[in-house]
Protein backbone atom coordinates (compact mmCIF):
# COMPACT_ATOMS: atom_id res chain seq x y z
CA UNK A 1 0.00 0.00 0.00
CA UNK A 2 1.50 3.47 -0.45
CA UNK A 3 0.53 6.82 0.81
CA UNK A 4 -0.85 9.60 -0.48
CA UNK A 5 2.59 11.20 0.00
CA UNK A 6 4.17 8.08 -2.03
CA UNK A 7 5.20 6.65 1.29
CA UNK A 8 4.92 2.75 1.68
CA UNK A 9 2.23 1.35 4.67
CA UNK A 10 1.17 -1.76 5.95
CA UNK A 11 -1.96 -2.72 5.48
CA UNK A 12 -4.09 -2.44 8.90
CA UNK A 13 -4.29 -6.39 9.39
CA UNK A 14 -0.85 -6.58 9.65
CA UNK A 15 0.93 -7.38 12.62
CA UNK A 16 3.68 -4.43 13.92
CA UNK A 17 7.05 -5.06 14.41
CA UNK A 18 9.16 -8.30 13.40
CA UNK A 19 8.44 -12.00 14.41
CA UNK A 20 10.17 -13.15 17.38
CA UNK A 21 13.20 -15.45 16.47
CA UNK A 22 12.15 -19.23 16.92
CA UNK A 23 12.56 -20.93 20.80
CA UNK A 24 11.58 -23.74 22.71
CA UNK A 25 10.22 -21.17 25.16
CA UNK A 26 8.34 -19.33 22.57
CA UNK A 27 6.44 -22.72 21.07
CA UNK A 28 7.30 -25.17 24.38
CA UNK A 29 3.74 -26.07 24.38
CA UNK A 30 4.53 -27.63 20.42
CA UNK A 31 7.26 -29.23 21.57
CA UNK A 32 6.22 -31.05 24.56
CA UNK A 33 2.99 -32.19 22.43
CA UNK A 34 5.44 -33.58 20.02
CA UNK A 35 7.89 -34.89 22.94
CA UNK A 36 4.66 -36.90 24.10
CA UNK A 37 3.65 -37.80 20.68
CA UNK A 38 7.13 -39.36 19.56
CA UNK A 39 7.63 -41.38 23.22
CA UNK A 40 4.12 -42.41 23.20
CA UNK A 41 2.79 -43.13 19.77
CA UNK A 42 5.99 -43.24 17.25
CA UNK A 43 8.26 -45.03 19.25
CA UNK A 44 6.13 -46.98 21.96
CA UNK A 45 5.50 -50.04 20.07
CA UNK A 46 7.51 -51.36 16.61
CA UNK A 47 5.43 -51.00 13.51
CA UNK A 48 6.10 -53.05 10.59
CA UNK A 49 5.79 -49.97 8.60
CA UNK A 50 5.03 -46.25 8.11
CA UNK A 51 1.49 -47.37 6.90
CA UNK A 52 0.85 -49.04 10.39
CA UNK A 53 2.35 -45.88 12.11
CA UNK A 54 -0.18 -43.77 10.52
CA UNK A 55 -3.13 -45.65 10.94
CA UNK A 56 -2.41 -45.94 14.57
CA UNK A 57 -2.57 -42.05 14.99
CA UNK A 58 -6.18 -40.99 14.94
CA UNK A 59 -6.36 -43.90 17.85
CA UNK A 60 -4.13 -42.12 19.88
CA UNK A 61 -4.56 -38.62 19.28
CA UNK A 62 -7.97 -39.41 20.53
CA UNK A 63 -6.61 -41.21 23.59
CA UNK A 64 -4.53 -38.29 24.16
CA UNK A 65 -6.98 -35.38 23.60
CA UNK A 66 -9.57 -36.90 25.47
CA UNK A 67 -8.86 -39.57 28.19
CA UNK A 68 -5.31 -39.02 28.96
CA UNK A 69 -4.78 -36.70 32.13
CA UNK A 70 -2.45 -33.57 32.42
CA UNK A 71 -0.54 -32.78 35.47
CA UNK A 72 -0.60 -29.13 34.17
CA UNK A 73 -4.32 -29.28 33.40
CA UNK A 74 -4.95 -30.52 37.04
CA UNK A 75 -5.15 -33.72 36.05
CA UNK A 76 -7.90 -33.36 33.07
CA UNK A 77 -7.58 -34.36 29.34
CA UNK A 78 -6.70 -31.55 27.07
CA UNK A 79 -10.39 -31.21 25.82
CA UNK A 80 -11.30 -29.59 28.92
CA UNK A 81 -9.75 -26.58 27.99
CA UNK A 82 -12.62 -26.15 26.06
CA UNK A 83 -14.55 -24.90 28.65
CA UNK A 84 -17.94 -25.27 27.41
CA UNK A 85 -19.95 -28.13 25.35
CA UNK A 86 -20.17 -27.34 22.06
CA UNK A 87 -23.01 -29.81 20.69
CA UNK A 88 -22.28 -32.56 23.12
CA UNK A 89 -18.37 -33.18 22.31
CA UNK A 90 -17.41 -33.97 26.07
CA UNK A 91 -20.42 -35.88 26.50
CA UNK A 92 -19.99 -38.12 23.44
CA UNK A 93 -16.58 -38.76 24.15
CA UNK A 94 -16.60 -39.64 27.72
Known amino acids: ???ANG???RPPYWPSGRTRP???RII???ERFIQTALREWAYAVGSASSNERANELPRWLHEYNY????S???NKPPISRI??????VLQLHT
Open 7 to 9: ERT
Open 22 to 24: YTP
Open 67 to 70: HQNN
Open 1 to 3: MTA
Open 72 to 74: ALQ
Open 83 to 88: GQVVNN
Open 28 to 30: RKA
